[in-house]
């Protein structure tokens, strides 16, 4: 007589309930303790090459070949650290950067640029030119490359960019300033004949730039001032059309320091007046040693009675003079005139 298997579920006794959870008590403590086991040994095995990986992998000292002493290796790359130099030594270091903005302008203008090759090379820090105005820098970006300086080919409004202006040229050198001297050191040195100007609160661009050429075409050597920056402005350098490579600022605390300076010198200060009193220029004896002081408001007689004042014409209908570069042309002119032809 074969009998049925019962495969429907039935009630677990006491005794089988007890053994059942005591076994599950013990398993979920079991995997508990394996798994912070396993963590544990992980967190160690981090923390061990962590330590392998700081420790130093190449010597960092070596013994010489005599035998005697030793020497520091340092291995390029091996632990040096990944954040950016900024030491006294590095060109990312901002003591660093403001030195080199007070030491360094833009040159633009190609009579500007050229005149400056052509006079101080070494000065030359990097160059911009358009593709046009690299055509005619073929020496100039020969130069560079020899020296290892850079030069970058670049479009109009890239160049518009670096110089700020529209009016660049096609070219733009970043140069060295040409060192300033103090007025008061280059009158020790005695001169038979000299011819100098005087800028008094004279500081627009465009007519510093004027009288920088114009003093470089009639060879005068100095202007003195007391904002040595305003010769060094690259707006005045492109209208000086390189004429400030041939003309150095005589630097001055203040004007009137400088004319007692400049009397005592044995030099003639010669002011504009557009007083009808004054004597005119051309019937004026200019000395071997003159200064001449300009600005953009008339002098006053009455200011300068120690000094000669003249006047450039009897018959000026107008309420005002010449610009301060055209007067600067007639004086230095009269000058040339009487004592260099």
């Known amino acids: 007589m074969k009998f049925k298997e019962n495969n429907e579920p039935r009630f677990k006794t006491r005794d089988e309930k007890r053994t059942s959870d005591r076994s599950s008590r013990f398993s979920e403590k079991g995997k508990e303790r394996s798994f912070e086991r396993k963590n544990e040994r992980n967190d160690n095995r981090k923390a061990n090459f962590q330590r392998e990986r700081s420790e130093p992998i190449y010597p960092t000292e070596g013994r010489k070949a005599s ?62 030119a358009t593709v046009e105005g690299a055509k005619k820098l073929g020496d100039v970006m020969s130069y560079l490359a020899e020296h290892k300086k850079a030069y970058h080919v670049i479009d109009c409004e890239e160049m518009e960019r670096v110089t700020g202006t529209e009016h660049h040229g096609e070219m733009c050198l970043l140069v060295k300033k040409s060192s300033s001297f103090v007025l008061e050191g280059y009158l020790q040195v005695p001169k038979k004949q000299d011819c100098l100007v005087l800028l008094d609160g004279v500081n627009n661009a465009q007519n510093v730039g004027g009288i920088i050429r114009t003093c470089a075409f009639y060879g005068v050597k100095g202007i003195i001032t007391e904002n040595v920056d305003s010769l060094n402005s690259s707006a005045a350098a492109r209208v000086a059309e390189g004429g400030l490579e041939f003309v150095r600022a005589l630097e001055t605390k203040n004007k009137q320091i400088a004319l007692v300076q400049l009397r005592q010198a044995g030099y003639q200060i010669v002011h504009l007046t557009r007083h009808k009193q004054a004597p005119s220029l051309t019937k004026t004896k200019l000395a071997e040693k003159v200064v001449f002081v300009l600005s953009e408001i008339p002098a006053s007689e009455i200011a300068y009675m120690e000094d000669t004042t003249v006047q450039l014409s009897f018959n000026n209908p107008l309420n005002s003079g010449l610009n301060v570069a055209v007067n600067t042309g007639i004086l230095l002119n009269q000058w040339y005139q009487t004592h260099i032809l």
């Open 67 to 128: 035998g005697e002493g030793s020497v520091q290796i340092w291995v390029k790359g091996g632990n040096s650290s990944k954040e950016k130099k900024t030491g006294p030594l590095s060109p990312r270091a901002p003591e660093k950067i403001k030195k080199n903005r007070l030491e360094e302008m833009k040159v633009y203008g190609e009579n500007a640029c050229i005149t400056l090759f052509q006079q101080r090379p070494e000065s030359i820090v990097r160059l911009w």
